[in-house]
């Protein structure tokens, strides 16, 4: 990694890339501490810190970077654009023209592009708004009237489109993924306050000897999960696929093989944010209108509750909860994967091209073989991101630490897009490398 850096900053466009890639995350980050104008910024933060089930908030708060609970101008950071796309990949299955536009090539993409920008607005304006006039008369805005909750909902309106906005200049000028980039830094800059909790709660009270062997244990912990993550990230089934020779003019052209790289986590986080968000809602709904926990309903609460997993010294019961949660990972996990992967499409696509899988007939029967395959990989995909998402719930229930940024969907999140950044400063470096020969 060091000596990539290095190498990258030899080279003066890419260094000018990563320089450009900086400035804009300053950016963000300075947007980050500003206050929203007649905000309590200390509102959510003191909210939360009386709930009981603030864990189920400690998700989103990672995502946007700690802006949400300090009520800054980016706020709602890039959670409104990650809904957006992902109900633009939904609507992309669900309706026929939009289908067309994402095979149309560059065009067609683009325009899905802005689309996803447009969505993204309305979904920041109506988040907005639900916060500055469902929570503007009880504390949020110290001056309740229609002044104070436009400038709410447009400063934070504004604020995501802005992200959105800096996420797409990283993308074309600096080092790509702009969004990614920006969803990692978000992340990473919870990172202190999280090591913070974990030096307090397991190594500032010990003498130095069992502090030492506690930092030891916490770093082999993390560095196996981070390991764990990068094998479940670029783990893959090759299927072989054989091209027959057919004639071209006067030449037979073809017999060439290949391979379809079938990932293991073909969904990625997706489950799992998923299966967090229906797991969490009712709860935070129920939490703000006060519902009693002694009633059924409560009770059912209480298992949806995130917050009352693993605990030595609550309901052994609600553990029920986590079994329901890590079901429908693997749930969604499936079926998102069986609307963005189509086995019958990429057998017809093989079959027009004159492709094979070797043992295979083209058509229904290498479909059917591809689905065979496809199941037990999602499967052994889903395990993991069960086993991903289960160990933060675990220490937090244990050892009542909260969300911890660097572990779950945050730790996937933080291998995924590092590994695709990296991956792209060599493909520029390597660019400028057969440039240079070429101009040789």
Not at 41 to 70: I, Q, R
Not at 116 to 133: C, F, K
Not at 196 to 212: C, D, K, P, Q, W
Not at 401 to 406: I, N, V, Y
């Amino acid at each position: 990694m060091f000596k990539l850096l290095r190498n990258a900053f030899k080279v003066e466009e890419v260094r000018k890339k990563l320089i450009y890639t900086f400035l804009m995350l300053l950016v963000i980050r300075f947007g980050s501490v500003l206050p929203i104008p007649g905000v309590n910024t200390s509102y959510f933060a003191d909210l939360f810190k009386s709930l009981s089930s603030s864990d189920a908030f400690g998700w989103f708060n990672t995502m946007t970077g700690g802006s949400f609970t300090d009520l800054s101008v980016f706020a709602l950071s890039i959670t409104p654009y990650i809904t957006s796309s992902i109900i633009m990949q939904l609507l992309t299955v669900a309706i026929p023209k939009l289908e067309e536009l994402q095979k149309d090539g560059e065009e067609g993409r683009k325009k899905i592009a802005e689309y996803t920008r447009y969505v993204t607005v309305v979904l920041a304006l109506i988040e907005s708004a639900a916060m500055a006039i469902g929570f503007g008369g009880s504390g949020l805005l110290y001056n309740y009237n229609v002044g104070s909750i436009i400038v709410c909902i447009v400063t934070m309106t504004t604020g995501s489109a802005l992200l959105m906005w800096i996420g797409e200049r990283i993308t074309e000028n600096g080092v790509g993924n702009g969004i990614s980039v920006v969803l990692l830094f978000n992340i990473l800059s919870s990172l202190p306050d999280d090591l913070g909790s974990l030096y307090t709660t397991f190594i500032r009270n010990e003498n130095v000897a069992v502090g030492v062997v506690m930092a030891v244990i916490i770093i082999a912990c993390v560095a196996a999960m981070v390991v764990f993550a990068i094998v479940l990230n670029d783990a893959t089934r090759n299927i072989p696929v054989q091209y027959s020779r057919k004639m071209q003019g006067r030449r037979l052209v073809g017999n060439g093989q290949s391979v379809i790289p079938l990932k293991v986590n073909t969904a990625g986080v997706i489950p799992v944010i998923f299966a967090s968000s229906i797991m969490s809602v009712p709860t935070m709904i129920a939490q703000f209108l006060n519902v009693d926990y002694s009633s059924i309903g409560g009770k059912i609460l209480l298992l949806l509750n995130s917050g009352n997993w693993c605990r030595p010294d609550g309901y052994t019961w609600a553990n029920i909860g986590l079994v329901i949660y890590l079901v429908l990972i693997i749930l969604f996990a499936y079926f998102y994967t069986s609307i963005t992967f189509n086995p019958l499409e990429v057998a017809n696509n093989m079959k027009k091209s004159g492709g094979f899988i070797p043992g295979m007939r083209p058509g229904k029967q290498t479909s059917d073989y591809l689905n065979r395959i496809l199941s037990y990989i999602i499967l052994i995909g889903a395990a993991g991101l069960c086993i991903i998402a289960f160990v933060p719930i675990l220490v937090s229930g244990v050892f009542g630490l909260g969300h911890l940024s660097f572990l779950g969907t945050s730790l996937l999140i933080i291998v995924a897009v590092v590994i695709e950044t990296v991956k792209q400063i060599e493909s520029q470096l390597l660019v400028r490398n057969y440039k240079g020969f070429l101009n040789n």
